[in-house]
């Protein structure tokens, strides 16, 4: 629900300097009716989505992608964990599930939201107060990532856009992406997968590389341990699974949570059955994010939960290679 | 490696270094017993072939490569005709808590009867300070630059490739050729030219005599020796020592111990900066290792013993011992040998070949600070060598480190090489430029770029002394547009290079005249052809360098006074004076302000980055192309050796948040911690400046040995690099860091904002991690380093 009200808000600042559009909004203001106004939008979306779907670019709609906004709370240059080479990690802002391991509690919700940052300085501490969250236009994001465009083309690495779910920004996430692919530079994105198919759906044609979570296979548990059912993660991985997708699947080792052996067979088999990953990233619990909570002046959920042990994460990587699975400890070859 | 390279290394490695007083000795003597009415380079020469007809001929058990400067391992002679130590220097340097020298009475009681009585009032190093004016001694005093040459030869140049195509034998036949074609009619200078070329054939003869006399040693060792193995190798290397240096080497083993029989004669002739240098050593000795190979005289495995061997050489020949300012710029035992692998060859191919990788493997094992090594990587190496070289770099020692071919020889052609000479060039010292075997390119001193910032603010005073040292240009608060400021800036700086020009102008002059070095001639292409000394401009090409130090420290002062004051206007200059004034004690909010949320050097952040080009381009025009005495130009580079140290020692805080007395930047290295967007911010930052337009820059980048421990994590270290010579970089080296820096880091993390460690499945900065998963990581880096 949360992704869709967002995807309406981008659209309403778009829909105005879209030619067939500005038919529609002066409808709205013509008939003053609530029911139109979700019928325009309801059309105008189906409309935008046709036109992804023929990769239809006219100079009008470059320009129209790049004044769409989104959130993002940061961007870091030179991950080497997120995807092949070298590359630049958006972490997009919001997210519809609260996983109880979560490693970025600052991306979870949608708005900024004001922190208090330590800045040390020979011994002393000094407090300032740090925004976390940013609005900023797809044009502006790209030049940002434009930056390592050179290390990117040298290592066959790119962008990849992480979050928050980068999903639940599914409009301007297709935006970003478009205006990547145009660069000609490589896209990826890391997702839970929770979502309405459409907002996939919008996104496929520009992703090269889809980085997957899949944490429990049990909806019930899924619903226990991120506060949403897993129904759409599971239907939307068979949507990649269908269009042929570059995937790695990104498996969480929580040691009482996730690594239960029902849990672990349960994963194998669907992607065994599905034919989707490219390799599983066994990801070991940890404790990271600690110091957030802290500045966020939350609690650590999963503070009492120890990381799995070496031996532990190499059992789980004989379980996935049984299945002809080919797994990573770390993610990281 | 070998039982016997193993013991040599351990040797080397537990040497203590010592002064030698036997050169100055054997130098005394020599000229105490000669009243000659010769020229002034064959008294020297003849002082030369003195030294190598009476020195002790050290010969280690076991070893295959022969040859000491000194008496013994690790023991320095002195060079009295530059730099005569005082008994108070020689105290010092026994009792000095970094880089100290082991002095024995011995040494204390010939220096006091014998040296000092001679040589007080004749060495060059009081004809230069008798030369220099007061405004060059007030900029010296007042930490503005330093000099090379005031202790220490001039140096600074690597071997070619003639040692391995002539004898000294051959060399002398050109010698004569040369005398036989001087122009008494035409020519002003024959006569001196004359005298210059028969000092030079002095020499070489002297070094063949060293050899015979390192043959004679072998074989009366041989004669005695029980083991019959040793006794064959004694043989065959006096074998060896009978063929090389007097003829052109025909085997492998030959063409190492010419080397470094050469080698040995340049550092006992002068105490030359940066020492001597094999330079391409992989592109001189493949032809020897081919051939060796090819005919059976050789095998892989000896080739591989013999270039230990060899190293072991470098590791046993700590630098000469310098003293005051000098020794704080250059305060290290290491002498900057610098050996280059890879690159191209003189017609522009790739020049990677099988012994490259023997020689990396070399690098590797021996893990030896000296001699330091670097790879030249060009785009046309192959992947496979850049990966080997990655993966010595994740030892982290800091070898080897990795320049830029390609950039190379385009700062050379730049400079007017040709485009043959350019290819065979590398780098050599730290990061200079060079054209080996055929260019004088000489490290004149480093120049504060900070401190003259602050003289600027303070209208000409050194704030530390209130002495005027600098010209006029207005107070700091009469300064309306930051351009003003930066136009008061340059005047300074012009007016420095000016100080420091003269001052070298007549230092040359004074080494031109009084201290030739005939032996080093020989080896630097076109010194006989010219009839000319290296020290009087005989090379081929002639440069002279001023190093720039503090780039990164300054562009953050100017981006903050900038920023702070022309722009947002947050801060006045008067405030700013009060705080610096004060080392910012009640200013501690301004600082936070300073370090934390100003613009910086090193994040690709076009504001603040421009004001590193602007300081580039002031530098560069100030001192770029102007005459040398030896008919040549003055570039400049950008680095600093330990020199950042001293130059932040003598001057106050900075408008960027330093503290008065804290080290500047290094080369063109972002402030310590201020990089907080990664590799790629501070690479493109660095790549900003015109790199070609120097003769080497400096960037060092720091990287925890887990970034680099899976194979995409070492696959993008060499995408970096190359990205990183794409935009036309020069050198980067990369620091892995350890356990300890890490500790240090959990101490001052302000320092370390630019660390990454590799955590679980992903990487972030150390500064943002929990106490406890900071110690989690300090305890793996130690099983790591283990």
């Known amino acids: 629900m949360l992704a869709l009200r967002y995807s309406h808000s981008n659209i309403e600042t778009t829909a105005f300097q879209l030619a067939p559009i500005r038919i529609y909004s002066l409808r709205i203001k013509y008939f003053h009716s609530f029911f139109h106004i979700s019928f325009s939008f309801c059309l105008f979306l189906s409309l935008r989505r046709y036109l992804f779907s023929q990769l239809v670019c006219t100079e009008t709609m470059q320009k129209d992608l790049k004044d769409i906004t989104g959130v993002i709370f940061d961007i870091k240059r030179y991950t080497l964990h997120d995807g092949p080479g070298i590359r630049t990690t958006v972490f997009m802002k919001g997210c519809p599930m609260r996983c109880t391991w979560c490693q970025n509690p600052e991306s979870c919700r949608m708005l900024s939201e004001t922190v208090t940052n330590e800045l040390p300085l020979d011994g002393a501490v000094y407090e300032t107060e740090e925004v976390i969250g940013r609005r900023l236009a797809a044009k502006d994001l790209l030049q940002e990532i434009l930056r390592d465009s050179l290390f990117m083309e040298q290592s066959n690495g790119g962008v990849t856009f992480s979050g928050g779910e980068p999903l639940v920004q599914s409009v301007f996430l297709t935006a970003i992406l478009r205006l990547c692919k145009m660069q000609l530079i490589h896209t990826a994105i890391d997702t839970t997968g929770y979502g309405p198919a459409g907002n996939l759906e919008a996104v496929l044609p520009y992703t090269d590389l889809f980085l997957?979570?899949?944490?429990?296979?049990?909806?019930?548990?899924?619903?226990?341990?991120?506060?949403?059912?897993?129904?759409?993660?599971i239907e939307n991985l068979k949507l990649i699974a269908r269009a042929g997708k570059f995937t790695y699947i990104r498996v969480p080792i929580v040691p009482g949570i996730t690594d239960t052996e029902k849990n672990l067979h349960g994963i194998a088999e669907l992607l065994a059955q599905l034919h989707v990953a490219?390799?599983?990233?066994?990801?070991?619990?940890?404790?990271?994010?600690?110091?957030?909570?802290?500045?966020?002046?939350?609690?650590?959920?999963?503070?009492?939960?120890?990381?799995?042990?070496?031996?532990?994460?190499?059992?789980?990587?004989?379980?996935?290679?049984?299945?002809?699975?080919?797994?990573?400890?770390?993610?990281?070859? | 490696m070998t039982e016997r390279i193993t013991r040599l290394r351990t040797e080397s490695l537990n040497a203590i270094n010592s002064i030698s007083d036997e050169r100055a000795l054997l130098l005394t003597e020599f000229y105490q017993a000669t009243e000659t009415a010769c020229s002034i380079p064959v008294t020297r020469a003849m002082a030369f072939q003195y030294i190598l007809e009476h020195k002790s001929i050290c010969i280690n058990p076991g070893e295959l490569i022969v040859g000491e400067r000194g008496p013994a391992i690790k023991a320095v002679p002195t060079y009295p005709e530059v730099c005569l130590h005082s008994l108070e220097d020689l105290r010092i340097l026994n009792s000095r808590e970094k880089v100290p020298y082991h002095v024995p009475e011995s040494v204390m009681h010939s220096y006091e009867l014998t040296v000092i009585p001679y040589w007080k009032g004749k060495t060059q190093r009081e004809r230069i300070f008798a030369k220099l004016d007061d405004s060059w001694k007030a900029a010296y005093n007042a930490g503005i630059f330093t000099e090379f040459q005031e202790q220490r030869a001039p140096g600074h140049t690597v071997n070619g490739n003639k040692i391995y195509h002539k004898g000294m034998l051959d060399i002398i036949e050109d010698i004569r050729a040369a005398k036989e074609k001087l122009d008494y009619f035409n020519d002003p200078?024959?006569?001196?030219?004359?005298?210059?070329?028969?000092a030079m054939e002095i020499t070489a003869a002297a070094l063949i005599t060293f050899g015979q006399r390192h043959a004679d040693s072998l074989e009366a060792l041989a004669a005695t020796e029980t083991d019959v193995i040793r006794k064959d190798e004694?043989?065959?290397?006096?074998?060896?020592?009978?063929?090389?240096?007097?003829?052109?080497?025909e085997t492998f083993h030959e063409a190492l111990q010419y080397y470094w029989f050469v080698h040995v004669g340049v550092v006992t002739e002068l105490n030359p900066w940066d020492s001597f240098n094999p330079g391409r050593l992989d592109q001189h000795l493949f032809p020897f290792y081919q051939a060796g190979l090819a005919d059976g005289s050789l095998t892989e495995d000896f080739a591989r013993e013999l270039l230990q061997?060899?190293?072991?050489?470098?590791?046993?020949?700590?630098?000469?011992?310098?003293?005051?300012?000098?020794?704080?710029?250059?305060?290290?035992?290491?002498?900057?040998?610098?050996?280059?692998?890879?690159?191209?060859?003189?017609?522009?191919?790739?020049?990677?070949?099988?012994?490259?990788?023997?020689?990396?493997?070399v690098i590797e094992e021996m893990r030896l600070l000296?001699?330091?090594?670097?790879?030249?990587?060009?785009?046309?190496?192959?992947?496979?060598?850049?990966?080997?070289?990655?993966?010595?770099?994740?030892?982290?020692?800091?070898?080897?480190?990795?320049?830029?071919?390609?950039?190379?020889?385009?700062?050379?052609?730049?400079?007017?090489?040709?485009?043959?000479?350019?290819?065979?060039?590398?780098?050599?010292?730290?990061v200079e430029t060079g054209a080996f075997g055929t260019e004088s390119y000489i490290l004149t001193g480093y120049f504060n770029l900070v401190k003259i910032f602050e003289v600027t603010l303070h209208n000409g005073a050194d704030p530390r002394t209130g002495k005027l040292i600098g010209l006029q240009t207005g107070t700091a608060e009469s300064f309306t547009s930051f351009d003003d400021l930066l136009q008061a800036y340059a005047k300074q700086v012009q007016h420095f290079a000016d100080i420091k020009i003269k001052g070298n102008n007549i230092i040359e002059q004074l080494y031109a005249t009084y201290i030739p070095a005939p032996f080093l001639s020989l080896l630097i292409e076109d010194c006989i052809g010219n009839g000319t000394d290296y020290n009087a401009g005989g090379a081929r090409y002639n440069t002279n360098y001023i190093q720039g130090v503090g780039l990164g420290t300054l562009t953050d002062i100017l981006t903050s006074v900038k920023y702070h004051v022309y722009d947002k206007k947050s801060y006045t200059m008067q405030q700013i004076l009060a705080a610096i004034g004060a080392d910012f004690a009640g200013y501690e909010n301004m600082r936070v302000d300073f370090v934390y949320k100003t613009p910086k050097y090193g994040n690709d952040d076009d504001y603040a980055d421009a004001q590193a080009i602007q300081i580039f381009e002031i530098f560069y025009n100030a001192v770029n192309g102007r005459p040398t005495t030896k008919g040549g130009t003055y570039r400049i580079n950008l680095l600093p050796t330990t020199c950042h140290v001293y130059f932040g020692s003598v001057t106050l805080a900075t408008p960027d948040g330093r503290k008065a007395g804290e080290p500047l930047s290094e080369g063109i290295s972002p402030v310590q911690g201020a990089d907080t967007q990664g590799p790629t911010g501070v690479v493109k930052s660095a790549a900003k400046l015109d790199h070609i337009r120097t003769g080497g820059t400096l960037l060092n980048q720091k990287f925890t040995p887990h970034?680099?421990?899976?194979?995409?994590?070492?696959?993008?270290?060499?995408?970096?690099?190359?990205?990183?010579?794409?935009?036309?970089?020069?050198?980067?080296?990369?620091?892995?860091v350890s356990a300890a820096t890490l500790r240090e880091a959990q101490q001052h993390p302000e320092k370390y904002r630019d660390l990454i460690v590799r955590v679980a499945g992903y990487s972030d900065y150390f500064n943002d991690l929990s106490p406890e998963l900071q110690n989690e990581i300090i305890r793996r880096t130690e099983h790591g380093d283990f």
């Not at chain 1, 802290?294 to 042990?309: M, S, Y």
């Not at chain 2, 060899?310 to 710029?329: D, I, Q, S």
């Not at chain 2, 993966?391 to 390609?406: C, E, H, L, Y």
């Open chain 2, 370 to 430: 000296q001699p330091s090594s670097m790879v030249q990587v060009s785009k046309k190496n192959p992947e496979r060598f850049v990966h080997r070289a990655a993966r010595i770099i994740k030892t982290g020692f800091g070898q080897p480190s990795v320049f830029n071919t390609d950039a190379i020889i385009q700062q050379l052609i730049r400079q007017g090489k040709a485009v043959e000479d350019a290819r065979n060039g590398g780098a050599s010292g730290c």
């Open chain 2, 189 to 198: 200078h024959a006569l001196a030219k004359a005298d210059e070329l028969e």
């Open chain 2, 309 to 361: 061997a060899f190293w072991v050489k470098f590791n046993n020949h700590p630098a000469p011992p310098k003293v005051g300012v000098t020794a704080r710029e250059s305060g290290t035992y290491t002498d900057f040998a610098l050996i280059n692998v890879g690159g191209v060859k003189a017609d522009g191919s790739d020049a990677v070949n099988d012994l490259t990788y023997v020689i990396l493997d």
């Open chain 2, 234 to 249: 004694l043989l065959a290397m006096a074998k060896v020592c009978r063929r090389v240096p007097a003829h052109k080497p």
């Open chain 1, 212 to 233: 997957y979570d899949l944490k429990l296979i049990d909806t019930n548990e899924h619903r226990q341990y991120t506060g949403v059912g897993n129904e759409s993660v």
């Open chain 2, 707 to 736: 970034l680099l421990e899976t194979e995409a994590g070492l696959k993008n270290l060499v995408h970096l690099i190359r990205s990183y010579f794409r935009m036309d970089g020069h050198h980067i080296q990369f620091n892995v």
């Open chain 1, 278 to 333: 490219a390799r599983v990233d066994l990801l070991p619990f940890h404790k990271a994010a600690e110091k957030k909570y802290k500045r966020l002046h939350q609690e650590f959920p999963a503070a009492h939960i120890e990381p799995p042990t070496h031996e532990r994460m190499e059992e789980i990587k004989s379980l996935f290679e049984s299945y002809h699975l080919p797994a990573i400890i770390g993610g990281v070859q």
